[in-house]
C-alpha cells in the first residue's frame, strides 16, 4: 500500500495517512491539503534510470532475488532491468558469475572481493551501465568469529569503476533481506544521480 504524505498549505506540517486517496485537494478541518504520493526508493531507481537511458545487471545472494522482485514490481522495469541472478552457493557463483574459486576460497563467498567481482563481472557479462551486487549472512545461521550475523557487503559497478560497501544489519532474516535490498537501492541510486 502506497504511503501517501498530505501537506497542510496552512499549517505546514506533513501528515501521513496508509490509505490511497485519489483526489488532488482535500479539505480538512478548513484547511485546504494538497496530496502528493511518496516514491519509493525502487520507484526513483527506475525513474532514474529510464531518465538517463541506462541499463542494470543485479546480482543477488543472501537477498533472494528481493531486490529484483521490488525492481520487478515496476512497469516497465524491462526497459532498464536486463539481468538478474540469484548465485546462492559457491557453484553458482563461479559457474555463473565467473568469481574465481581462488577468491571464494580466501576470503569466503561473504567479503568484500566476492562482492565487487560479483558486480563487475555481472556488469561485463551483459554489457549494462550499471550492476549491483548484494552477498552476506542473512542467518539465524552463518554466523563466524569474525563474520556475524547480519554482515553483508553490497557493490554498485559502472563501467569504469566499483564501489563496495560493508554493512551490518540488525534483525530477523527477513529484515535483514529488506535491509540490504533496501541499502542496495540507495547506493545504486545515488550512483545513477552522481
Not at 541499463?55 to 543472501?62: F, Q, Y
Not at 540469484?86 to 557463483?93: D, I, R, W
Not at 554466523?143 to 569503476?161: M, R
Request: net charge positive; proline share 3%.
Amino acid at each position: 500500500m502506497d504511503l501517501i504524505y498530505i501537506l497542510s498549505l496552512t499549517a505546514l506540517r506533513t501528515i501521513k495517512i496508509k490509505k490511497f486517496l485519489s483526489a488532488r485537494k482535500i479539505l480538512f478541518y478548513g484547511h485546504v491539503f494538497t496530496i502528493m504520493l511518496a516514491m519509493n526508493l525502487e520507484q526513483k531507481v527506475a525513474k532514474a534510470l529510464m531518465h538517463h537511458h541506462k541499463d542494470l545487471a543485479v546480482a543477488e545472494s543472501c537477498s533472494g532475488g528481493l531486490l529484483s522482485h521490488r525492481l520487478t514490481n515496476i512497469p516497465g522495469s524491462s526497459k532498464f532491468l536486463k539481468f538478474t541472478l540469484v548465485a546462492y552457493s559457491y557453484a553458482a557463483k563461479t559457474k555463473l558469475l565467473k568469481v574465481p574459486p581462488t577468491i571464494l576460497k580466501k576470503f569466503g563467498a561473504v567479503s568484500r572481493q566476492v562482492a565487487s567481482v560479483m558486480a563487475l563481472n555481472a556488469q561485463k557479462i551483459f554489457n549494462t551501465d550499471f550492476s549491483v551486487a548484494i552477498t552476506g549472512i542473512a542467518g539465524p545461521t552463518g554466523a563466524t568469529k569474525f563474520k556475524p550475523i547480519g554482515l553483508t557487503y553490497i557493490s554498485v559497478a559502472t563501467k569504469n569503476d566499483v564501489w563496495t560497501f560493508e554493512f551490518i544489519f540488525k534483525g530477523t532474516r527477513l529484515q535483514i533481506k529488506n535491509a540490504a535490498a533496501t541499502q542496495a537501492l540507495r547506493l545504486l541510486y545515488r550512483e545513477i544521480r552522481g
